[in-house]
C-alpha cells in the first residue's frame, strides 16, 4: 500500500518557534510538494522539489523554507511561526515524466499558532 | 501562468440528483487534466484523469471529458449518494520532467442531504 506520511496530524506551536513538518514516502517518486490548505482559498503551493536537493517556491514562499535530503523525505520549515500560518498543511508526491501521473497525499497537518 | 478555475461552492443536492462541477483551466501546451476528491478529515485522492484531448475519465459513477476546444474538464455523475459529500479538487500537470508543478482549483464543496 502506497503511502505518504507527514509526521504529525495536529500540532500547536508558540509565535516565534522553529517549527518542522516532515513528510516521507515510500514510492521513490521524484517530485514532492507542500501546500497549505485554507477555507475559501483551496489548495496554495509552498514549495516544491523535483529531486534531492532541488526545490522551486511555490506561489507563497515567504515565511517558509524547505529540505530535501533524501529522495523519500521533504521537510517544510517555518523559521518564525506567526499566527497567520495557522492552517492545513498538505505533503504530496507525484512521479516524474508520465503523463497518467498520479499525486499521492498525506493525511494533513493541522498547525495551529498561538 | 498555468491556472485551474473551478465553479465557486458550496453545492447542495438531494439524493439521486444529477451532479455538476465546472472546471476550466488556461495553460500553455496540453496538461494532463484530474479530479481529486477529499473526505471530511482526509487528504486528498485521485478521482479520475484524462491524459490527452477526447479522454474521458470515469470512476464511482463519476466522469470527465478532457476538451481542448473550450479548455475543460467538468466533472459529472448521474445520481449522487450523501456518500458523495466531499470537497472536489481539478487540477493540472505537465508531465514534462523535471519541474512539474501540480496546479489545483480552489475546490468545490458538495452535501449530499437524504
Known amino acids: 500500500d502506497v503511502k505518504v506520511t507527514q509526521s504529525s496530524r495536529y500540532l500547536v506551536k508558540r509565535t516565534g518557534e522553529k517549527v518542522f513538518l516532515e513528510c516521507v514516502q515510500d514510492m521513490d517518486h521524484e517530485n514532492m510538494f507542500w501546500y497549505r490548505q485554507d477555507p475559501g482559498l483551496g489548495l496554495r503551493l509552498i514549495y516544491f522539489s523535483y529531486d534531492v536537493k532541488m526545490k522551486e517556491k511555490g506561489d507563497i514562499p515567504e515565511g517558509y523554507s524547505v529540505s530535501r535530503e533524501k529522495k523519500e523525505r521533504f521537510s517544510l520549515i517555518l523559521e518564525s511561526a506567526s499566527t497567520n500560518q495557522t492552517s492545513m498543511y498538505l505533503c504530496a508526491s507525484t512521479q516524474s515524466g508520465s503523463p497518467n501521473t498520479e499525486a499521492f497525499f498525506g493525511q494533513g497537518t493541522r498547525l495551529t499558532v498561538v | ?114
Open chain 2, 1 to 114: 501562468g498555468d491556472s485551474v478555475t473551478q465553479m465557486e461552492g458550496p453545492v447542495t443536492l438531494s439524493e439521486e440528483a444529477f451532479l455538476t462541477i465546472n472546471c476550466t483551466y488556461t495553460a500553455t501546451g496540453y496538461p494532463s487534466l484530474f479530479w481529486y476528491v477529499q473526505y471530511p478529515g482526509e487528504g486528498l485522492q485521485l478521482l479520475l484523469k484524462a491524459t490527452k484531448a477526447d479522454d474521458k475519465g470515469s470512476n464511482k459513477g463519476f466522469e470527465a471529458t478532457y476538451r481542448k476546444e473550450t479548455t475543460s474538464f467538468h466533472l459529472e455523475k448521474g445520481s449522487v449518494q450523501v456518500s458523495d459529500s466531499a470537497v472536489y479538487f481539478c487540477a493540472l500537470t505537465f508531465p514534462q520532467g523535471g519541474s512539474e508543478k501540480l496546479v489545483f482549483g480552489k475546490g468545490t464543496k458538495l452535501t449530499v442531504n437524504p
